[in-house]
């Protein structure tokens, strides 16, 4: 995304990237707030339109959802050849090489590959969470990631599975793909290997066969709450964008669309010399949302409501109530900002209460008017 911006405004854009187009252990799904900004990403050919979403916990059994605004679910690898290719028509250039490490000269960077070197005027830097160029882009320590490990199954289903476990501050999914099922988990505050015995386990449990699949494991940024205020986005000559600036939700791991528009505005900042401007923008547009996020998402996993689990007491909650589905069916679509997300909650919930307790009530007199 930054460098087709950068090359459209007739910049000399040069990408580097060591592995182009690859898979990565994500669920690839893409919100309605992403393909509804940027509506190229529904006429993919590889893309999965998905309708329903089952979530599932230990405590509270299951809720399926009807998505109004259904997700998109892509190959990572599909997408990232699609933005690749982008780039390409707008003439940026792409080489296939690792940046082994930049030095500041004066007012240029010499940009460093086992090809040689190369001098810029400008860098964004987009190198994920695992970050090689250490002077540029977030400084988030190991309480600042979650672990993302997943499986490649070669098997089909139309819709998207949700498990939550009680204790654990993440989640499992099953995302239908372009024939396969990535199936996987992240979190944080957890051993990896523990994660991936509890992974094998659900999928015992659900018959979904790990042979003839593919693992994949990744690390992801979730910056704590203190973090996002020191959080480096830019400095001289630089920009960082997507992972890179630890630009990825909290609470769902979504980095998708926050690294696409990330991308995006600094590639145009840039080629336009308001780079300066970028950090603001940014947190402008989403950062702000991003932080208030990182105070919920621990509480959102690991709290307890009415001598419960908040994500069970969400399962049955979601079961009986047509209010607090509408909140969460914003919530998959990526309309709903996280302060607005609360505000609904604590707003509806005596509501949300009313509307169970009715519920009841009703379905008692009809079977007992029925015996």
Not at 149 to 164: K, M, N
Not at 316 to 323: A, D, G, I, K
Not at 327 to 337: D, K, S
Request: glycine share 12%; with cysteine; hydrophobic share 40%.
């Amino acid at each position: 995304m930054a460098a087709r911006q950068v090359a459209a405004a007739g910049a000399h854009a040069i990408l580097f990237d060591e592995k182009m187009a690859w898979e990565k252990p994500c669920g690839g799904g893409v919100t309605y707030k992403a393909y509804r900004q940027y509506p190229f990403l529904e006429k993919s050919g590889s893309v999965r339109r998905v309708t329903r979403t089952c979530l599932h916990s230990p405590g509270a059994g299951a809720v399926s959802l009807t998505l109004d605004k259904p997700m998109l679910i892509f190959s990572r690898r599909e997408l990232n050849q699609l933005l690749l290719d982008r780039a390409a028509g707008a003439g940026a250039e792409l080489r296939r090489e690792r940046v082994l490490g930049m030095r500041r000269e004066a007012e240029r960077w010499a940009v460093r590959t086992a090809a040689g070197e190369v001098k810029a005027d400008f860098v964004i830097v987009a190198t994920g969470a695992r970050n090689p160029l250490r002077d540029t882009g977030t400084a988030f320590q190991a309480a600042d990631t979650m672990t993302a490990l997943g499986y490649y199954v070669p098997r089909e289903q139309g819709h998207i599975d949700l498990e939550f476990f009680g204790g654990f501050e993440g989640y499992l999914w099953v995302f239908p793909r372009a024939g396969h099922l990535s199936v996987g988990i992240c979190g944080k505050g957890e051993a990896a290997t523990e994660m991936r015995a509890r992974l094998e386990r659900y999928m015992e449990s659900r018959g979904i066969s790990r042979e003839g699949a593919t693992f994949y494991g990744h690390m992801l940024p979730s910056l704590e709450a203190s973090s996002w205020r020191g959080n480096r986005l830019a400095g001289d000559g630089w920009l960082a964008a997507g992972d890179a600036g630890g630009l990825v939700d909290p609470v769902t791991g979504e980095g998708i669309y926050y690294a696409m528009r990330s991308g995006e505005l600094a590639g145009t900042l840039a080629a336009e010399g308001r780079e300066a401007e970028y950090a603001g923008a940014v947190t402008g547009e989403f950062v702000h949302d991003l932080a208030y996020a990182s105070t919920l998402a621990r509480r959102l996993f690991l709290g307890r409501y009415l001598f419960g689990a908040n994500t069970d007491r969400m399962i049955q909650f979601l079961r009986r109530s047509t209010r607090l589905n509408g909140i969460v069916q914003e919530l998959f679509a990526g309309t709903m900002p996280y302060h607005d997300l609360r505000k609904q909650i604590k707003s509806t919930l005596h509501l949300t209460l009313t509307e169970i307790g009715v519920n009841l009530f009703l379905r008692r007199i009809v079977s007992e008017g029925n015996e």
